[in-house]
């Protein structure tokens, strides 16, 4: 089991949930983003300890309901502090850190409802690309990142 807490913005109230599911283990630096109005969110990595993670998973805020995502992350090296964002269509994942890496890689991943399952695609882009980083921030704006 694990706990959500959120904070109604209009009413100043906290607000706890307990969910049901296969929650993700104790960790930092893990990131999520919003997949649907719905609520519902795609948690990706993060570490803990010496322990780097490249696994993911679904959070339903309707049902307060964890499901790991069991198929394709592992394509993904194990990360921290890598930047995460969605454009309305797909995820974008770009940089992090593990204990011995830093990373300049870049992936899309598109969820496909229906089938429960993430499609991973590396993308390789052209021109001058941003050097290794970790700990930086991304946004989306007019489909560019």
């Given at each position: 089991m694990s706990i959500v807490d959120g904070l109604d913005f209009?009413?100043?109230?906290w607000q706890r949930k307990f969910c049901t599911g296969e929650a993700p283990s104790t960790r930092s630096s893990m990131q999520n983003v919003e997949l649907s109005s719905r609520g519902l969110y795609l948690f990706f990595g993060g570490y803990y300890v010496e322990e780097y993670f490249n696994d993911a998973y679904l959070l339903d805020l309707?049902?307060?309901e964890w499901k790991k995502i069991s198929s394709g992350m592992a394509e993904i090296s194990k990360r921290s502090y890598f930047s995460m964002v969605f454009d309305g269509e797909s995820t974008y994942?770009?940089?992090g850190r593990n204990r011995t890496d830093i990373f300049d890689?870049?992936?899309?991943?598109?969820y496909?409802?229906?089938s429960?399952?993430?499609?991973i695609e590396p993308i390789v882009a052209i021109g001058d690309k941003p050097s290794e980083m970790f700990g930086h921030t991304a946004i989306?704006?007019?489909?560019?990142m």
């Open positions: 209009k009413s100043g109230q309707s049902s307060f994942i770009y940089g890689d870049l992936y899309k991943i598109a496909a409802s229906e429960k399952k993430l499609i989306i704006s007019k489909r560019s």
